[in-house]
């Protein structure tokens, strides 16, 4: 699991649209209840792509899938943040939309409601070896593997990445579609992946045991290196069965904590891609994600 000096990172995920809907309390059934509305760009595949070139990553490509109708704004976008993308437009499907339901007075929390669109859509004959050419790392967006078109992808684009010796990672994405997809054909599907980076839920999810440490250390037996998101309580990182680490959340006034995995595994990329230890890339997405949750949406702010 060793990164090249000097290469690329390429991200291959969703890129949807995000509405953000940022409201006080419970919803109020069968009426009205106020709310702060924006949308902005997201995806956690994209989202992951940004906060990598905003950390530093000297190049970053991301290969995703979007409908006609909002292609040309997401391109903006993602070149605006640094990336270098490579947007496939999908003939039939529009581009993939969340609304992001975010409760302020319970710590910015956030629910989600998906419409995956174009996002999962991606399938082989999208890939081409020569993305990967210069790729010092490739990581994978969890979302692709709930979808037939798009597990296929991961195939491809896994085998072809561990041919060439580069290493990968991916996040798990979502508990809910995990419990859909089921956690033994998720861990199949995910077999030869370096870095492994679950939230606490997803982590429990995919072992069973109540824990978050133990789960961590549990996945660590089975992918080389997993990185254990926590939010507020900072993250874990395990290996070879043992937790080795404790790394302490970064303090932040949560406004919307959508996109602060992302946040954090972007960080933690670009950190990783510099030759650090894990556990100083995984100190640096703490500080992302923190950084995350005081924005509205799910990228970094844009710079000059």
Not at 252 to 280: C, K, N, S, W, Y
């Amino acid at each position: 699991m060793t990164a090249r000096a000097h290469g690329a990172l390429l991200v291959v995920g969703d890129v949807v649209t995000d509405v953000v809907a940022r409201h006080q309390g419970p919803l109020a059934s069968g009426t009205d209840t106020t709310a702060t509305i924006r949308t902005v760009p997201g995806g956690a595949g994209a989202n992951v792509a940004c906060w990598a070139a905003h950390w530093g990553c000297p190049e970053v490509r991301l290969l995703g899938r979007v409908g006609a109708d909002a292609s040309a704004w997401h391109e903006e976008e993602l070149v605006g943040c640094g990336v270098r993308p490579h947007l496939v437009i999908d003939p039939q499907a529009p581009t993939g939309t969340v609304i992001c339901l975010v409760d302020t007075d319970a710590a910015a929390e956030r629910t989600f409601l998906t419409d995956s669109g174009a996002s999962l859509r991606l399938e082989p004959r999208d890939w081409s070896e020569a993305l990967l050419d210069g790729v010092a790392w490739l990581h994978l967006s969890g979302y692709l593997l709930f979808s037939e078109p798009s597990r296929a992808l991961v195939k491809v684009a896994l085998e072809t990445a561990r041919a060439r010796g580069v290493p990968v990672s991916l996040d798990p994405a979502s508990a809910g579609f995990l419990v859909n997809l089921g956690v033994d054909r998720f861990l199949a599907l995910v077999e030869g992946v370096d870095v492994l980076l679950p939230s606490r839920d997803e982590a429990c999810l995919l072992t069973g045991l109540p824990e978050v440490a133990d789960a961590a250390a549990k996945l660590s037996r089975q992918v080389p290196l997993v990185i254990a998101k926590q939010g507020a309580e900072g993250a874990l990182v395990a290996r070879s069965g043992s937790v080795l680490a404790h790394v302490p959340a970064a303090s932040a006034t949560p406004r919307d904590t959508t996109g602060a995995g992302d946040a954090f595994t972007g960080a933690f990329l670009a950190t990783l891609l510099t030759g650090a230890e894990p556990e100083d890339a995984a100190a640096a997405g703490c500080r992302a994600g923190a950084l995350a949750v005081e924005r509205v949406g799910g990228r970094p702010p844009v710079r000059d």
